[in-house]
T-cell receptor, first 113, second 113 residues
Framework: AAGVIQSPRHLIKEKRETATLKCYPI?????VYWYQQGPGQDPQFLIS???????DKGSIPDRFSAQQFSDYHSELNMSSLELGDSALYFC???FGGGGTEAFFGQGTRLTVV | GDSVTQMEGPVTLSEEAFLTINCTYT??????LFWYVQYPGEGLQLLLK?????DKGSNKGFEATYRKETTSFHLEKGSVQVSDSAVYFC????????????FGQGTTLQVKP
């Protein structure tokens, strides 16, 4: 079965650079979530989209932005990168909300040097 | 606000030992509850879920029962294997199309042969 696809899997950027992370949800899933997981930490919710509209916002810095496109894929844009942005970034997708489970991608490991 | 609290780890067990990882939640409504597992370098995989009180989720020998009266969703397994070594996250998810997952801090399980 198709899963959530994230690209790239690994990314190394320098401070103050820009990064774009991509997420391709499971076909027919209409909701996408972005999470940030620091080393040894639990995943922290950043932002979500439902039917291409932002549906919820968490602890996402103003330097970050995201959107969901007409084909339901999503991109997380990160500018003015800081060392503290180094983390695993997960995308998850679901069909609707509530009790339906969210399926996670393998994550993008971002390292800022 | 809504939150999830897990027992602190790491938990170290011998193979075939009984496992319990405690999880409690606070929520304004009646969330769905989940256990996710994360193997080293991997994404989050759904282990089991329960969507209403007294539901029991089970998968791969793991079980958890949604207890509304104690606001708990403890994870249990009768006989752990070395391959169960991973980080386990308890999570809740509210209703509606914007229901983001709220994770506990994760519990590391190490099973020794």
């Amino acid at each position: 079965a198709a899963g959530v696809i994230q690209s790239p899997r690994h990314l190394i950027k320098e401070k103050r650079e820009t990064a774009t992370l991509k997420c391709y949800p499971i076909p027919r899933h209409d909701t996408v979530y972005w999470y940030q997981q620091g080393p040894g930490q639990d995943p922290q919710f950043l932002i979500s989209f439902y039917e291409k509209m932002q549906s919820d916002k968490g602890s996402i810095p103003d330097r970050f932005s995201a959107q969901q496109f007409s084909d339901y894929h999503s991109e997380l844009n990160m500018s003015s990168l800081e060392l503290g942005d180094s983390a695993l970034y997960f995308c998850a997708s679901s069909f609707g909300g509530g009790g339906t489970e969210a399926f996670f991608g393998q994550g993008t490991r971002l390292t800022v040097v | 606000g809504d939150s999830v609290t897990q027992m602190e780890g790491p938990v170290t067990l011998s193979e075939e030992a009984f496992l319990t990882i405690n999880c409690t939640y606070t929520a304004t409504g009646y969330p769905s509850l989940f256990w996710y597992v994360q193997y080293p370098g991997e994404g989050l995989q759904l282990l089991l879920k329960a969507t209403k009180a007294d539901d029991k989720g089970s998968n791969k020998g793991f079980e958890a029962t949604y207890r509304k009266e104690t606001t708990s969703f403890h994870l249990e397994k009768g006989s752990v294997q070395v391959s169960d070594s991973a980080v386990y996250f308890c999570a809740q998810r509210g209703s509606g199309n914007t229901g983001k997952l709220i994770f506990g801090q994760g519990t590391t399980l190490q099973v020794k042969p």
